[in-house]
């Protein structure tokens, strides 16, 4: 019998709890993502998933040319590994507006852009760009449905856009929706919510153009929406968990979204305290926590119970118990990959079922150097 495909033959070496990266998986799932997209050019997926340069430079290397990101700190990294064209889909405000300009300055070759909802967001893109000297990007953030940043489609909203347009040192490069709240297990279903979504944002998008105001681009969607938005040509792309995945989505969605899980968090096995427990060195920091038991699903125990889990502990309930051993390892996907990334300083490189390097979670730090 062949190996399991998260087996690691060296993995006595790899301190636990650790972040594993299968490289080859993830080759596969950037594939998958250019199958969905059809060409590069459409995609601009978001880093926050990863946080990694290895990965950014993955991509480039496929004719992924811009990124989208949550902080200034995945923004400088991109630019850093070479990538044309960020945009930080986060209102910038206060001090991180001049952050961004600064970035804009260090990093000449690469166009940095944010989004606002709001006049006062404006100013402060404007202040800082006009400070600094440079010429920064804006796109109108939208809000399709989901209602936590953004601004409806209609007067305001048309409002803001000729401002954004009119104001010296800001360029407006489009629109930006994320129908996060959008994930319906059935595809017929998230389909027909995300056309209901967008319908209003299209019909903007039209009366933009009539009043002499050019989108070059609509940023659209995230993961669940990824292959709705891709069958439509007039949209880039914006999926960030599909470079990783987890059984949270993998779960919901195996049939129109078929990404590989490429992350596994190494744990051990630290106690076994009573009849039919294991308790594992795989706390909740070490796991995104954010949501209900199972948090973490182990390849060798899919159907163990989690009964209580502290800052560096997880004690669970088998009746398996008796067959795991004080030491031994056990393999875990997380239900959410993007915050889990972010709790763990580096990731160990899995190729060919060995360890071969590891890579540092860059941009887990929200400040790199500006």
Same mark, same amino acid.
């Given at each position: 019998?062949?190996?399991?495909?998260f087996?690691?033959?060296?993995?006595?070496?790899?301190?636990?709890? *650790?972040? =594993?990266?299968?490289?080859?998986?993830?080759?596969?799932? !950037? %594939?998958?993502?250019?199958k969905? &997209?059809? $060409?590069?050019?459409?995609?601009?997926?978001?880093?926050?998933?990863?946080?990694t340069?290895?990965?950014?430079a993955?991509q480039?290397?496929l004719?992924?040319?811009?990124?989208?990101?949550?902080?200034?700190?995945e923004?400088?990294?991109?630019?850093a590994?070479g990538?044309?064209?960020?945009l930080?889909?986060?209102?910038?405000?206060?001090?991180n507006?001049?952050?961004?300009?600064?970035l804009a300055?260090?990093?000449?070759?690469?166009?940095f852009?944010?989004?606002?909802?709001?006049?006062?967001?404006?100013r402060?893109?404007?202040?800082?760009?006009?400070?600094?000297?440079?010429?920064?990007g804006?796109?109108?953030?939208?809000?399709?449905?989901?209602?936590?940043?953004?601004i409806?489609p209609?007067?305001?909203? *048309?409002i =803001?856009?000729?401002?954004?347009k009119?104001?010296p040192? !800001? %360029?407006?490069?489009g629109?930006? &929706?994320? $129908?996060?709240h959008?994930?319906?297990d059935?595809?017929?279903?998230?389909?027909?919510?995300?056309d209901?979504?967008?319908?209003?944002?299209l019909?903007?998008?039209c009366?933009?153009?009539?009043?002499?105001?050019?989108?070059?681009?609509?940023?659209?969607?995230?993961?669940?929406t990824?292959?709705?938005?891709?069958?439509y040509?007039d949209r880039?792309l914006?999926?960030?968990?599909?470079?990783?995945?987890?059984f949270?989505?993998?779960?919901?969605?195996?049939?129109d979204l078929?990404?590989?899980p490429?992350?596994?968090?190494?744990?051990?096995?630290i106690?076994?305290?009573?009849k039919?427990?294991i308790?594992?060195?795989?706390?909740?920091?070490?796991?995104?926590?954010?949501?209900?038991?199972?948090?973490?699903?182990?390849?060798?125990?899919?159907?163990?119970?989690?009964?209580?889990?502290?800052?560096e502990?997880?004690?669970?309930?088998?009746e398996?118990?008796?067959?795991?051993?004080?030491?031994?390892?056990?393999?875990g996907?997380?239900?959410?990959v993007?915050p889990t990334?972010?709790m763990?300083?580096?990731?160990?490189?899995?190729?060919?079922?060995q360890?071969t390097?590891?890579?540092?979670?860059t941009?887990?730090?929200?400040?790199?150097?500006?």
């Amino acid at each position: 019998m062949s190996p399991a495909w998260f087996h690691v033959e060296n993995e006595a070496d790899i301190p636990s709890p *650790a972040l =594993l990266f299968f490289r080859s998986r993830i080759e596969h799932n !950037l %594939q998958l993502m250019l199958k969905i &997209a059809g $060409d590069p050019q459409r995609l601009r997926p978001h880093v926050k998933t990863h946080k990694t340069a290895e990965i950014i430079a993955m991509q480039l290397k496929l004719g992924i040319t811009q990124f989208k990101t949550s902080t200034i700190a995945e923004s400088e990294m991109c630019a850093a590994v070479g990538a044309a064209d960020v945009l930080l889909a986060m209102p910038c405000v206060g001090i991180n507006a001049h952050r961004l300009a600064e970035l804009a300055l260090k990093f000449p070759d690469t166009q940095f852009s944010s989004i606002v909802d709001d006049v006062d967001t404006v100013r402060f893109l404007a202040s800082a760009a006009q400070q600094h000297n440079v010429t920064l990007g804006v796109y109108l953030e939208l809000d399709c449905g989901m209602s936590r940043t953004g601004i409806f489609p209609g007067d305001e909203a *048309a409002i =803001l856009a000729h401002a954004i347009k009119d104001t010296p040192r !800001l %360029q407006f490069r489009g629109l930006h &929706a994320y $129908d996060g709240h959008i994930h319906d297990d059935s595809l017929d279903v998230r389909r027909e919510r995300c056309d209901a979504a967008f319908e209003p944002v299209l019909q903007f998008r039209c009366r933009l153009q009539g009043e002499g105001i050019i989108v070059k681009e609509l940023v659209a969607g995230g993961s669940p929406t990824f292959g709705i938005h891709a069958t439509y040509p007039d949209r880039t792309l914006s999926p960030g968990t599909t470079v990783l995945w987890d059984f949270g989505y993998g779960d919901k969605y195996p049939a129109d979204l078929p990404f590989q899980p490429a992350a596994v968090l190494l744990a051990r096995v630290i106690s076994k305290p009573g009849k039919n427990r294991i308790t594992l060195d795989l706390g909740h920091k070490s796991v995104a926590p954010e949501n209900p038991h199972p948090r973490v699903r182990f390849e060798e125990l899919p159907d163990a119970v989690a009964l209580m889990q502290s800052e560096e502990h997880l004690v669970l309930e088998t009746e398996r118990a008796h067959e795991f051993t004080i030491g031994q390892a056990l393999h875990g996907l997380p239900r959410h990959v993007c915050p889990t990334v972010s709790m763990h300083g580096e990731a160990y490189i899995i190729e060919d079922g060995q360890t071969t390097e590891r890579w540092p979670i860059t941009a887990r730090n929200r400040l790199i150097t500006v």
